[in-house]
């Protein structure tokens, strides 16, 4: 159970770590601005912009996974596979974003659908 745990900390934690590129694009852009920075966020392109939609999907990707997790748990099974699933799960997920910083789509795109599929299969294998 200490491995779902763990992958339940750094999943949760993901999207904050995802943050820190995105507050050194807005930083660029005329300094970081704590005021308005849903404002300033949209003005940001290129890096900028991708960091901030991989730092988004962070977000929305979690759901997902939270629900995988409760799955797992609520129905006892957590054993070898469901760990593995979950450790897939996290290192596509950090993929998932390395690619997006670095405009790879198609890489991106693929770990991203890992990741899915790692978080629908921890569901599959609890029927």
């Known amino acids: 159970m200490t491995t779902l745990l763990i992958c339940a900390l750094l999943a949760v934690l993901m999207p904050y770590l995802a943050k820190a590129p ?3 694009a807005m930083n660029k852009l005329d300094g970081y601005d704590n005021k308005h920075p849903r ?3 949209s003005k940001l392109t290129g890096f ?3 960091a901030l939609a991989a730092h988004q999907n962070c977000f929305e990707s979690l759901a997902v996974f939270a629900v995988a997790l409760a ?3 609520g129905t006892n099974n957590v054993h070898q596979v469901t760990e593995l ?3 897939t799960y996290i290192i596509a997920r950090v993929l998932y974003c ?3 910083y670095l405009n790879l789509d198609v890489l991106r795109s693929l770990s991203w659908l890992v990741g899915l ?3 629908v299969a921890m569901i ?3 029927l």
Request: net charge neutral; proline share 0%.
């Open 117 to 119: 599929a790692a978080a």
């Open 124 to 126: 599959v294998v609890c």
């Open 48 to 50: 900028g912009a991708r």
């Open 22 to 24: 995105v507050a050194f």
């Open 85 to 87: 699933l979950a450790i």
């Open 98 to 100: 390395v690619f997006y």
């Open 39 to 41: 404002e300033q966020q």
């Open 71 to 73: 799955t797992v748990l």
